[in-house]
């Protein structure tokens, strides 16, 4: 085989590949965190200020799975008081399976997410609470069986 034909099948197939790869990529799936990532993103040094407020107190939130429920324990400071807010559990690997719920502790300070409204795996917990106007912020990661 001549040499220059050779260059020729050489080039040929560098594009070949160069045009499978973008195919393929562009078929890629690519989810952000959340779908109002950048809206949030504004919001940053707030989120920051209530972490250290949460990360401050003397009792802190606690998150588990305990009785077939995730179970979310405010520390005492809080019960009895008007709590709002909300519970974000997001699974990384299926943004489909992610939950919302409103922050509606019991007297006893508990919270209490039924493991029926979850799927299997690791979820990330985001509890966010405003108490006396004061806004505090928890993350916790999270193994459902």
């Known amino acids: 085989m001549h040499w220059g034909l050779r260059i ?12 499978t790869l973008v195919a393929m990529s562009m078929g890629q799936r690519i989810d952000l965190v959340s779908p109002t990532y950048y809206e949030e993103e504004l919001h940053f040094q707030q989120d920051i200020d209530a972490s250290r407020r949460a990360n401050a107190l003397s009792e802190p939130l606690q998150v588990e799975f305990r ?26 690997d299926d943004p489909s399976l992610d939950r919302r719920v409103v922050v509606q502790p019991d007297t006893a300070g508990v919270q209490r997410v039924r493991r029926e409204d979850l799927a299997f795996g690791r979820y990330d917990v985001k509890v966010v609470w405003t108490a006396d106007g004061i806004t505090y912020r928890t993350d916790r990661g999270l193994m459902l069986p």
């Not at 020729?8 to 045009?19: K, Q, R």
């Not at 179970?71 to 997001?90: A, C, D, N, Q, V």
């Open 67 to 92: 009785d077939g429920a995730v179970e979310i324990r405010f520390p005492e400071l809080f019960h009895g008081k008007s709590l709002e807010g909300e519970i974000l559990l997001t699974k990384p």
């Open 8 to 19: 020729v099948l050489l080039y040929l197939g560098f594009a070949a590949m160069i045009g």
